[in-house]
Each structure stands twice: as structure tokens, then as C-alpha cells.
Nanobody, 126 residues
Framework: QVQLVELGGGSVQAGGSLRLSCSVSGYVYSSWCMGWFRQAPGKEREGVADIDSDDNPTYADSVKGRFTISRDYANNTLYLQMNSLKPEDTAMYYC????????????????????WGQGTQVTVSS
């Protein structure tokens, strides 16, 4: 059974940085894609970034140039480095894993990633 546990959320002022991590237990094949989603109160869940087995990242336009996704295969951990944070980045952030090649593309086409973490809250104040 795959379990994803997010850590690293918190409160920060605008312009600050946070680093989220997602610890994976169970077995996630290296061929799987992993990614991050977020959901703000009253808004739909949206894809933030994903990374495939070739370490190719994909980012939502809203975070390009500010967020960096990375993956540590040896330690089964996924990261999201978030810089230049804005109040509109405030949301619950979720780690995901899926057998597809691209989680963001999967979600945009109506699909749903196989595995989700419980989420970690990020709050950015102005």
C-alpha cells in the first residue's frame, strides 16, 4: 500500500520561501510520475507541478520561475521548493503519485492520480 506524507507547510510572508517534502512509503515505481496539487478555500483543486521518471518537470503557468519540483529516488522523497511566494499561493498542498507519464496532463484531461497525501497547509501573508 502506497502512502504519501507531506511535510514543510507553514506560514510565511509574501516574498518568502518554503520547501515542501513528500515522504513515500510502500513502493512507488521509478517509472511513475509524481506531482503536487493545491486547493485554496472556495476554489477548485489545481495542478502545481509534476515530474516524470526522466526527471522532466512540468509546471503550472502560475508558478513557473518560482517553484521547483525535484525527486530523490534513493530516499523516496518528493520536494517542492517554493520561492517568491505570493498570497495567492495560500492553499492546502497535496502530494500525488500515478502510473501515468504526466499527472498534470492526466488531471486536465479528466483523470485522477492514483495516490494522494493528506495535505499540508501553506499560508502566505501580504
Amino acid at each position: 500500500q502506497v502512502q504519501l506524507v507531506e511535510l514543510g507547510g507553514g506560514s510565511v510572508q509574501a516574498g518568502g520561501s518554503l520547501r515542501l517534502s513528500c515522504s513515500v512509503s510502500g513502493y512507488v515505481y521509478s517509472s511513475w510520475c509524481m506531482g503536487w496539487f493545491r486547493q485554496a478555500p472556495g476554489k477548485e483543486r489545481e495542478g502545481v507541478a509534476d515530474i516524470d521518471s526522466d526527471d522532466n518537470p512540468t509546471y503550472a503557468d502560475s508558478v513557473k520561475g518560482r517553484f521547483t519540483i525535484s525527486r530523490d529516488y534513493a530516499n523516496n522523497t518528493l520536494y517542492l521548493q517554493m520561492n517568491s511566494l505570493k498570497p495567492e499561493d495560500t492553499a492546502m498542498y497535496y502530494c500525488t503519485a500515478d502510473t501515468s507519464r504526466g499527472i498534470l496532463k492526466l488531471y486536465d484531461s479528466g483523470g485522477y492520480p492514483n495516490y494522494w497525501g493528506q495535505g499540508t497547509q501553506v499560508t502566505v501573508s501580504s
